[in-house]
C-alpha cells in the first residue's frame, strides 16, 4: 500500500504502468471512482474483468464473483436478510465475545489480537450464516474446526497471489491450493445438509432466524447455496477481523483517544446487563474511531475494474490534471482507495 502512494505522489493521478507487459492505469480520484463503480458501472464500461476466474476455486457462483442479471438477483435476494432486525438484540456475537475474553491470557506481557479476531469474526459469521458456530475460539485444535479454519486461510492465500497476477493468474494454483478449496466446501456441504435436515424434520429452536434457512427457501439448489454462503463468509470474517486489528493496534498508538473512548463506553454500559444496536448507534465517539480507523486502514485498500469498451475516466488528464482520460478497450484501472484517503488536499 505504501508503494501505490509512493507512486501517486511522486507521479500524480491518474498514472499509467506497464505490468508484465500489460498496460494499467491508476487512479485515486473521487470523480474517477464514481464513474468507475457507478455512473459508467451502469453502462457496462466496465466489468470485474478476471476475478471470476480467480476467485471461482474457492468462492463458486456467488454474489461477490458475479456481474450484470446473475449478480443483481443475487443481490435482491440476499440484501433482505442484512435488515438490522435480524439481529438487533446483538445475541449472535454474545457468545463469541465471552468466548474471547476467556482466550486472551490474564497474565501481563504481549497479546496478539490479530488471530483471536479473526477466529471471533469466524465465529460470529458462522452463527449468524448457519444459526451454528464453530465455536473457533473455545476449541481451536478441534479437528473439524481447526481443519476448517486453516483451509480457509489457504485457500485465501493462494486467491490473494492469483489477484496480483490478473490474466496470468492461472500460474498459481496447483493441489494444495485445490485441496482447501475441497475442505472449504465438504466443510459448508455438511453444515448446510445438517442444519436443513434439520430443519425439515421439525427439530431445531422454532421460530429462530437464521441466514441460511432463509435464503435457502429461495436458493433450493445446494451448490448454488454453498457458493452464496461462502462468498458472505469470507466477507463478513475479514472485513470485521482486519477492522478490529487496526482500531487495537491504533488505539494503543493515541492514548488520549483511547481515554476518551474508555469513558463513552463506560458511560453508555453504565447500569445496563445488556446493549443493543441503538446503544451503539449513540455512541458518537466509538462511531468516530471506526470511522477513522476505516479512512486510514479500509477494509478493501485496492481494487481493479476492466474496461469492456473505450471509454474514459472524467478527469486527470491534460497540461493541468482537468480532462478526460482515454481508457483503451480491455486496459486494467486499478484504484487505490488507501492513498486517496491520504490526499492532502481532500
Request: aromatic share 10%.
Amino acid at each position: 500500500m505504501e508503494l501505490f502512494l509512493f507512486h501517486f505522489q511522486q507521479t500524480g493521478n491518474p498514472l499509467e504502468q506497464v505490468f508484465l507487459g500489460t498496460k494499467a492505469f491508476g487512479t485515486i480520484e473521487p470523480a474517477n471512482l464514481e464513474a468507475m463503480l457507478a455512473t459508467n458501472f451502469k453502462a457496462l464500461d466496465y466489468s470485474m474483468g478476471p476475478r471470476r476466474d480467480i476467485t471461482l476455486p474457492m468462492f463458486g457462483d456467488g454474489i461477490f464473483t458475479q456481474e450484470g442479471a446473475a449478480w443483481k438477483h443475487s443481490r435482491d435476494l440476499l440484501r433482505p436478510q442484512f435488515v438490522h432486525k435480524q439481529y438487533e438484540d446483538l445475541t449472535v456475537f454474545r457468545e463469541a465475545v465471552d468466548d474471547l475474553l476467556d482466550a486472551i491470557p490474564h497474565s501481563e506481557g504481549v497479546v496478539d489480537l490479530q488471530p483471536l479476531f479473526f477466529r471471533l469474526t469466524l465465529d460470529t459469521t458462522t452463527a449468524f450464516l448457519f444459526g451454528e458456530s464453530v465455536r473457533s475460539l473455545r476449541a481451536p485444535d478441534k479437528v473439524g474446526e481447526q481443519t476448517f479454519a486453516d483451509a480457509f486461510n489457504i485457500a485465501q492465500e493462494y486467491v490473494a497471489k492469483r489477484f496480483r497476477l490478473l490474466d496470468l493468474y492461472w500460474l498459481i494454483g496447483g493441489r494444495k491450493f485445490q485441496e482447501a478449496c475441497d475442505n472449504v466446501h465438504k466443510f459448508a456441504d455438511q453444515i448446510i445438509e445438517r442444519k436443513l435436515q434439520t430443519k425439515e424434520n421439525g427439530a431445531g429452536h422454532e421460530g429462530g432466524y437464521t441466514f441460511l434457512g432463509a435464503v435457502s427457501k429461495e436458493i433450493p439448489d445446494r451448490h448454488a447455496l454453498r457458493s452464496q454462503i461462502i462468498n458472505i463468509l469470507v466477507a463478513g470474517r475479514d472485513t470485521t477481523a482486519c477492522l478490529l486489528s487496526w482500531t487495537f493496534f491504533t488505539l494503543v498508538r493515541y492514548p488520549r483517544v483511547l481515554a476518551k473512548l474508555r469513558e463513552e463506553i463506560a458511560l453508555a454500559c453504565e447500569g445496563k446487563s445488556q446493549l443493543n444496536r441503538n446503544d451503539l448507534r449513540n455512541m458518537a465517539y466509538l462511531q468516530n474511531v471506526i470511522r477513522e480507523t476505516l479512512r486510514l486502514y479500509p477494509s478493501v485498500p485496492f481494487n481493479t475494474r476492466t474496461a469492456t469498451k473505450t471509454t474514459i475516466l472524467p478527469t486527470g488528464g491534460g497540461p493541468d490534471r482537468t480532462s478526460p482520460v482515454l481508457i483503451p478497450n480491455g486496459s486494467a484501472v486499478a484504484y487505490s482507495v488507501y492513498s486517496m484517503h491520504r490526499r492532502p488536499d481532500l
